[in-house]
Nanobody, 126 residues
Framework: QVQLVESGGGLVQAGGSLRLSCAASGRTFSSYVMGWFRQAPGTEREFVAA????????YYANSVNGRFTISRDNAKNTVYLQMNSLKPEDTAVYYC???????????????????WGQGTQVTVSS
């Protein structure tokens, strides 16, 4: 089992940057695929990015590709989401998630992730 705690959210102007962190408990962090999802009010949870167990492979939603970067430090049990060129439509609660899924076509599905953090609010003003 793993527990996840996100941090780093806040209020930023459009065009600005934020770096989210997600700290995981337990000694098996490197055995999980890690993902970031987001949810705006009145919408379904949306996939943002995923990273493989070793960190060697990443996958992004089209809406953030080229602006966001996911990374992980297995020695620190932490996954990061660097968000640049933020837009008002990026406003949402951001969640990190851990899954035992294989690296493949299902990475964007929330059901592939068994563990979730409590979320951190990101608000981008225009």
């Amino acid at each position: 089992q793993v527990q996840l705690v996100e941090s780093g959210g806040g209020l930023v102007q459009a065009g600005g940057s934020l770096r989210l962190s997600c700290a995981a408990s337990g000694r098996t962090f490197s055995s999980y695929v890690m993902g970031w999802f987001r949810q705006a009010p009145g919408t379904e949870r949306e996939f943002v990015a995923a990273i493989s167990r070793s960190g060697g492979s990443t996958y992004y939603a089209n809406s953030v590709n080229g602006r966001f970067t996911i990374s992980r430090d297995n020695a620190k049990n932490t996954v990061y989401l660097q968000m640049n060129s933020l837009k008002p439509e990026d406003t949402a609660v951001y969640y990190c998630a851990a899954g035992s899924t294989a690296w493949g076509s299902r990475l964007s599905r929330a059901t592939e992730y068994g563990y979730w953090g409590q979320g951190t609010q990101v608000t981008v003003s225009s």
